[in-house]
């Protein structure tokens, strides 16, 4: 099994940048597919973006796709979610998730999780 950990969300006006990170720990991590997913507050849980254990393909949804950019470190065990062009409707808790085979979009596929790292936009 893989641990998670998220990190670098925060408060940040609307046209701004974060990068958030999601360390892994306790196992392989180069073996997963690794999502970026967010939850906003009274909505379902929603796909962001989504990396291949090595880097091969990558997967966006369309509301973030130019403005975010995923990428992975499996030295370091990372991952990372740069995100530019900030909305308020960007506004969410950000997960990481790890699954074993290709990308998917549904939450339900992925089989490990992080806790969330809470990223508010302002107008």
């Known amino acids: 099994q893989v641990q998670l950990q998220e990190s670098g969300g925060g408060l940040v006006q609307t046209g701004g940048s974060l990068r958030l990170a999601c360390a892994g720990s306790?196992?392989?991590?180069?073996?997963?597919?690794m999502g970026w997913f967010r939850q906003a507050p009274g909505k379902e849980r929603e796909f962001v973006a989504g990396i291949t254990w090595e880097g091969g393909r990558i997967s966006y949804a369309a509301s973030v796709k130019g403005r975010f950019t995923i990428s992975r470190d499996n030295a370091e065990n990372a991952v990372y979610l740069q995100v530019d062009s900030l909305k308020p409707e960007d506004t969410a808790v950000y997960y990481c998730?790890?699954?074993?085979?290709?990308?998917?979009?549904?939450?339900?596929?992925?089989?490990?999780w992080g806790q969330g790292t809470r990223v508010t936009v302002s107008s």
């Open positions: 306790g196992g392989t991590f180069r073996d997963y597919t």
């Open positions: 998730a790890a699954r074993s085979g290709p990308i998917q979009t549904v939450s339900i596929a992925y089989n490990f």
